[in-house]
């Protein structure tokens, strides 16, 4: 049997190989044996657009009602983020959601919430591994009853995926002032699981694209950032609007353009949205970011006097330090951005919403937030390259970074080194470059911060030249 290993979110594995159910049910009966001792037996089961997604949660739910626990099912595709809030309101024991999130539309997975909504830490993910590992050894059964016998029993119940989370949403954001402020707004939830959220929260029409039932994705990998996003321009280019929306496939990510259809990155949006709340909402606390993230969030967090935790790259990471410390607010590179007052999770729908209030209010476009921003903290620019690579190629070039023996790239002298999770080269004048593995695919990344796009070029196009990585 496949060894089955949680990565930086979840378990994903390739749909029909490994992602089968058999192998789904070795991690349900695993996490069912872990958590047989605890009282409280109420969990939230969710699932996305994906191919078998549906199925696949009813087989989760099938185990888990078998296994003594109170299951609450969706009845049809929903965010991510909905089932991690559904887990805290409710006081539940966990959340488990099948998604592969952004990965290609061949992969899908399994995510866990821990009881306060937020991502397994690798220790709560640890402990089901292990458990698999005893099982398949000691050749344990599944327990398992149909879906239809434990909805009779009351076992298994259904939950309207749009009713309390969509009412939670439209209390939670300035719905008013965004409908008064007459925004002309495009939606692209890359066929994922954010498909119709925020027109039903805001309840009036937005120019949503990509909104069809397509297990492909359209071709297009559902994560919103500007290679997968070439529609979204076009619709609000073609039809003059003022800004548009993205989410990734399970919608916990968020992505976004200004009124020019210019691609609006996930550092530009944690960093305008923590401006937002620490102005417009007057809210205050620690800030958590990954290691992959800007440093524009470090000038932010030094000059309103905040705390700031960096952690490794992995929202799971994050979501440790968010509950620890019940921090304001937690964000990552990818896209990723999570608020004390809602959740401590990933809300890509969420924070859509509010990057529209924060216009609404602030009576200015996205444009012009963006050229306030640069005038207090100075000019931050960030790009990432992905590479395919063989295992051998991965270990030749972390064998070479190990080393530490770059000491100037593209016309800038080195600092210092920093290896929290990778490889990251600090230089003088703090820009940045880190090379580093993917948690959730075969992939070694590249990314880079300077004050121009020009230096970010010159700072990628340095690593593909000294690592020969094409």
């Known amino acids: 049997m496949a060894e089955i290993k949680f990565g930086t979110d979840g378990w994903r594995a390739i749909i029909g190989e490994d992602f089968i159910p058999e192998n789904i049910s070795r991690v349900i009966q695993a996490f069912c044996d872990v958590k047989k001792q605890e009282s409280n037996k109420l969990i939230f089961v969710g699932y996305d657009r994906r191919l078998r997604s549906q199925q696949s949660a009813r087989l989760v739910a099938e185990i888990l009602g078998a296994n003594g626990f ?3 099912l969706t009845t049809d595709f929903c965010p991510t983020p909905c089932v991690s809030w559904l887990v805290k309101t409710n006081q539940a024991l966990a959340g488990v959601m099948i998604t592969a999130s952004h990965n290609p539309s061949n992969w899908n997975g399994i995510k866990f919430k821990e009881s306060n909504g937020g991502a397994a830490s690798p220790e709560y993910t640890g402990e089901i591994e292990e458990q698999i590992k005893k099982n398949d050894a000691s050749e344990r059964d599944i327990v398992w009853k149909d879906l239809q016998e434990l909805g009779e029993s009351g076992v298994v ?10 009412h939670h949403l439209r209390n939670f954001v300035d719905v008013d002032a965004i409908r008064e402020a007459k925004f002309k707004i495009a939606v692209d939830p890359l066929f994922g699981a954010g498909t119709g959220f925020v027109k039903e929260v805001l309840e009036q029409d937005v120019f949503q694209i990509h909104d069809l039932a397509d297990t492909d994705f359209g071709g297009l990998n559902p994560e919103p950032i500007e290679k997968n996003l070439s529609a979204l321009k076009e619709t609000i280019v073609k039809n003059k609007l003022d800004v548009g929306l993205a989410t990734d496939g399970d919608a916990d990510r968020i992505g976004a353009m200004d009124q020019d259809g210019r691609f609006i990155n996930s550092h530009q949006i944690f960093s305008l949205l923590l401006r937002h709340n620490l102005s417009y909402r007057k809210l205050s606390g620690v800030i958590v970011k990954s290691f992959s993230t800007t440093k524009l969030i470090d000038r932010i967090c030094e000059k309103h006097g905040l705390k700031m935790i960096e952690t490794p790259i992995g929202f799971k990471h994050i979501s440790q330090e968010l509950k620890k410390h019940d921090a304001l607010m937690g964000g990552e590179e990818s896209g990723g951005i999570s608020l004390r007052d809602h959740v401590h999770e990933r809300d890509g729908v969420l924070n859509g919403l ?7 209010v602030n009576k200015k476009s996205m444009q012009e937030l963006l050229q306030d921003m640069e005038a207090e903290y100075g000019p931050y620019r960030f790009y990432r390259d992905d590479y395919h690579l063989t295992d051998a190629k991965v270990t030749e070039v972390k064998a070479r970074l190990e080393k530490q023996d770059v000491k100037e790239a593209a016309g800038l002298r080195l600092d210092h080194y920093e290896t929290t999770d990778g490889t990251k080269l600090i230089f003088e004048d703090q820009s940045w470059l ?13 990314y880079a911060e300077s004050s121009s796009d020009e230096k970010v070029r010159a700072l990628l196009d340095f690593a593909k030249s000294e690592f020969k990585l094409a």
């Open 434 to 446: 880190l090379i580093r593995a993917s948690g959730t695919e075969p992939l070694l990344r590249v």
């Open 354 to 360: 509010l990057l529209l209030e924060m216009m609404a």
């Open 70 to 72: 109170e299951v609450r």
């Open 157 to 166: 119940k259904s939950f309207d995926p749009k009713e309390e989370y969509v």
